[in-house]
């Protein structure tokens, strides 16, 4: 069959061939003029038609992949007029079960723009038939083929290239999830969070557990002392990176592009992981559909879990558009968002991969941007990270809190880490990748429930490098502690899960990142954990010194310097936090900024009871993945213009 599609793809004269040689399905594609009649048939005049082929050659496409692409005629009416036009079955939805096709071949029918151009099926009666899903037809050719064997024409069964797809899909679900599970562990185990800490490591935290809680029984005050300085160490790293950060100043966030041919963009692929989003999936589509690049080589993939009958529905409930395509992933563990991702990623055909998450609203110029920064670039640039603005921080302290902590990482810390060539946690959506690096890395780890710091952090030891953009997705943040903390949690499981990772061997990543992307390694992921468990203690250390000198205590020296100690912690982490994210708001952001002020302490003991949260689930539940559920956006929200961005 393959050498056959070849022959035909090459331009062969179908006179020429015999009945054994089989059926010729790809050729090259027809012009508009071969599509008129059957378009006549499904109503559409020849001067929509000529606009369709006018868009065509614009992008560099076929006439075929244009008109589908339109919207104008549904896939279906297309193939049936089609069947009908070449006197063909049509075939409305083949068995996934009796498909013949080996494992590899079913990849590569999903990898591949348009899915499977021919395949074969075996009917009830134990006949083969050759199904066609032709993406690139030549009609002419095909007619006659049809007319010179007719006994062979009886076999063949048109059927829609999506209905093909899916079937294929659903026979491929086992090779699909073991890539999803499996891939990075089998290729690079030592870059998986699939273990959680390693035998040293294990070692290690076992003796200092056991150490420490000797030493909390026989010596209580310098134990307490001891902590304190660990403490404080960590708390002090993360605010000299802030006051680094603060004393780089800022960039000016001005898009970078030129100019171009449409027929010149490549096909752009984007990834939305959704999991109980039934209440935003009108949302999302509208945000989508703002998107601005050549439909015809745009490709969204919904991902959904299959189980997820709420979210499936509102999706079924939608007119979808040809270029957007629902993937259900089967159930299984590990169920992270990264397994998901993983599981889609090998149907997709685009050089770039876009992903996003379902609340996001992206500006639209953030694909073209996106691009010509790597077209701008060489090979190493695997990366560019788009900022996330908040939309909804007006809404409550917690939203405010959020926004600002945002600004600060988005508008300041990345692209101060960008401009040196440092590691870059990414953020965990709005990520642009070029496929083959992201491909060359492993793709996601599904057991790690931050998998956008961990593959920032394998993209630089692997010798590349991620860069910021500026084009923003906006997105809305938690408004409760209820929804807010469990968040959090994750994200600071996630750190440590990559810290872990990436500190088994802390020579060879060291060797592989630099001394100054492993300083900062060391900041960002175990730091601000650290950080954050540290506060709760500091707070219960002088409420306790308070509560025994105020009965009548006595006031030691070592209290004193405890005392001393907790209370510089707590106010230079307020101040490097505080005047950070002040700096990195626009000027329409500042009203209001004193109510941050006033929010601070109640905000970081939030993270504080997060981060032990972490600690537990670290040992119970490592891979568990907390959702973060989102709701329906009010129908008045401020636009980019007046967010400044």
Same mark, same amino acid.
């Given at each position: ?6 022959? %035909? ?69 297309l193939f049936l007029a089609l069947a009908k036009h070449m006197g063909l079955a049509f075939a409305a939805r083949p068995d996934p079960d009796a498909l013949v096709m080996r494992?590899?071949?079913?990849? &590569? ?13 075996? =009917? ?19 007619? &006659? ?6 006994? &062979? ?13 899916? +079937? ?139 189980? =997820?009958?709420?979210?499936?529905? /509102? ?81 409550? %302290?917690?939203? +405010? ?5 945002? +600004?600060?990482?988005?508008? /300041?810390?990345?692209? %101060? ?92 990543? &060291? ?135």
């Amino acid at each position: 069959m393959d050498h056959l599609v070849g022959k %035909w793809e090459s331009g062969s004269n179908p006179d020429k061939l015999n009945e054994s040689d089989g059926l010729p399905v790809a050729l090259c594609p027809s012009p508009m003029g071969d599509w008129l009649p059957i378009l006549r048939s499904l109503s559409i005049d020849e001067e929509e038609a000529r606009r369709v082929d006018a868009r065509a050659r614009l992008a560099g496409v076929c006439f075929q992949t244009e008109l589908l692409s339109s919207g104008l005629v549904s896939e279906r009416a297309l193939f049936l007029a089609l069947a009908k036009h070449m006197g063909l079955a049509f075939a409305a939805r083949p068995d996934p079960d009796a498909l013949v096709m080996r494992e590899r071949q079913g990849l &590569a029918a999903l990898a591949r723009r348009g899915g499977a151009r021919v395949s074969l099926i075996v =009917d009830e009666r134990g006949q083969s038939i050759v199904l066609i899903a032709p993406d690139r037809l030549n009609i002419p050719a095909l007619r &006659a083929f049809v007319a010179r064997y007719p006994r &062979a024409s009886t076999r063949i069964r048109v059927v829609q290239p999506t209905v093909l797809r899916d +079937a294929i899909s659903v026979r491929s679900q086992k090779a699909l999830m073991r890539i999803a599970t499996e891939k990075l562990f089998t290729i690079a185990p030592e870059m998986s969070a699939r273990i959680v800490a390693n035998a040293w490591q294990g070692a290690v935290l076992g003796a200092v557990t056991v150490s420490l809680a000797f030493a909390a029984l026989f010596a209580p005050s310098a134990t307490l002392l001891a902590l304190h300085v660990l403490f404080s160490l960590a708390f002090l790293a993360c605010v000299l990176l802030r006051v680094m950060v603060r004393l780089g100043g800022r960039v000016s966030a001005e898009p970078r592009m030129t100019t171009v041919r449409p027929a010149e963009m490549p096909v752009y692929s984007v990834l939305i992981a959704l999991y109980k989003e039934a209440e935003i999936v009108p949302d999302l589509l509208v945000a989508l559909g703002r998107i601005v690049w050549p439909r015809a080589k745009l490709e969204i993939k919904l991902v959904c879990e299959q189980d =997820d009958e709420e979210t499936l529905a /509102a999706l079924r409930a939608q007119e979808l558009r040809p270029y957007i395509e629902v993937i259900e992933v089967p159930p299984g563990v590990p169920r992270t968002k990264p397994k998901a991702l993983s599981y889609a990623l090998p149907m997709t055909s685009g050089a770039f991969v876009a992903l996003y998450d379902a609340e996001d609203r992206p500006h639209p110029f953030q694909l073209v941007e996106a691009w010509h920064a790597f077209r701008g670039a060489d090979e190493r640039l695997a990366c560019v990270q788009a900022p996330l603005t908040i939309s909804n921080r007006r809404e409550s %302290w917690i939203s +405010a809190m959020f926004a600002l902590e945002y +600004a600060a990482l988005f508008r /300041a810390v990345l692209p %101060w880490l960008a401009r040196r060539g440092l590691l870059l946690p990414l953020g965990g959506t709005s990520n642009h990748f070029r496929r083959s690096a992201l491909e060359m890395v492993g793709g996601w780890d599904p057991y790690n429930v931050t998998e956008d710091a961990d593959l920032g952090a394998r993209l630089h030891r692997y010798g590349y490098r991620a860069d910021v953009i500026f084009n923003p997705t906006q997105e809305d943040a938690p408004t409760d502690i209820r929804t807010w903390v469990p968040q959090r949690t994750r994200w600071f499981k996630g750190w440590v899960q990559t810290w872990l990772v990436h500190m088994r061997d802390p020579a060879a990543t &060291a060797r592989e990142i630099g001394l100054l992307s492993f300083i900062v390694m060391q900041v960002l992921f175990a730091g601000m954990v650290f950080s954050a468990l540290a506060y709760s203690v500091f707070w219960a250390t002088a409420l306790g010194i308070g509560i025994h000198w105020y009965l009548g205590g006595e006031f030691r020296p070592t209290e004193s310097i405890l005392l001393l100690v907790d209370v510089l912690n707590v106010v230079l982490g307020h101040v490097a936090f505080l005047l950070l994210g002040w700096s990195a708001l626009h000027k329409t952001e500042k009203p209001g900024f004193w109510k941050c002020i006033l929010w601070m302490p109640a905000y970081w003991c939030l993270m504080s009871i997060a981060a032990w949260r972490c600690v537990w689930q670290l040992y119970w539940n490592p891979h568990h993945w907390e959702k973060t559920p989102h709701r329906r956006r009010n129908r008045v929200r401020v636009s980019l213009q007046k967010t400044g961005t």
